[in-house]
């Protein structure tokens, strides 16, 4: 086990929650930045013995001192908030800020397919960090995740109870989906055992389905009937949202699942039935 805390970035959100919760499992040292420390979710990584500290991703600064002593750095962009230039401009901070502290390994959060060339405006913000990731002169490995599974409605949870499934894309167009424990579990591991993927740049799905499979597996675990209902690409208002699911319901994302998982027998790999019962436990 390593000695050093690792520092995960946007501690609180989903991927840095699964990050840290599986970092935890295994441990290890937890370093967050978060912030706010004061807010509910920050004071109960604090609980759990993680060290809590404030900062922002696009605040050198912060990010600097936050790296200081750290044995490894789990980095996570948004365009979500003020758009893909801001985004561009998180991860130069955070690379900066790496540098500086000569950063032993930094994992990078991008997304499965950002390095092909897509077009897709929040797939090419994140090739642009990547590809500054990848000529400078931090040890570092890329994460590519596919779409999370807790994102496949457009609506709302109450819809799938009501019986619709939304979703722009069409019935036999094979989704491939990533649950947030897995990409925690995975980036835990490479973390912790970062010499076996120095370098590397690996695209994780934990499942593949159609949205007829979806509806289907729904249908099982509900009891009652969910259909598919294709919300067509004009509907969707974001417009990076709608270029994103015009490329899913396009090329789609290119990971090889059965091999990804051969290679990775460590990783539980979620099936879709199994988060639906997960997800839908408490459903009447």
Known sequence: MIDNPILVLAATGGQGRAVTDALLDRGAGVRALVQNPDDEAARRLADRGVEVVAGSLSDQASLAAAMQGVAGVFAYTTPFVDGVEAEVAQGQAILAAAGEQRVPHLVFSSLANA?????????????????????????????????????????????????ALDMPLHSDKPLKQLARTDHGAFAAGVLLNPTRYVGQRINLASDENTPTQ?????????????????????????????????FLDGPGYTVDVPALHAAHPEIAWTSFADWTRSAFSTAD
Request: aromatic letters at 6%.
């Open 115 to 163: 390095d092909q060339g897509t077009g897709v405006p929040i797939f090419e913000s994140k090739a642009r960090i990547e590809a500054q990731l990848v000529s400078g002169d931090v040890p570092y490995t890329i994460l590519g995740p596919t779409s999370f599974l807790d994102m496949v409605n457009l609506g709302s949870a109450q819809r799938i109870l009501s019986g």
């Open 214 to 246: 979806m509806a289907a597996t729904l249908s099982a675990t509900l009891g009652t009937e969910v259909r598919h209902e294709y919300i067509p690409l004009a509907q969707v208002e974001n417009s990076d949202v709608r270029s994103v699911w015009a």
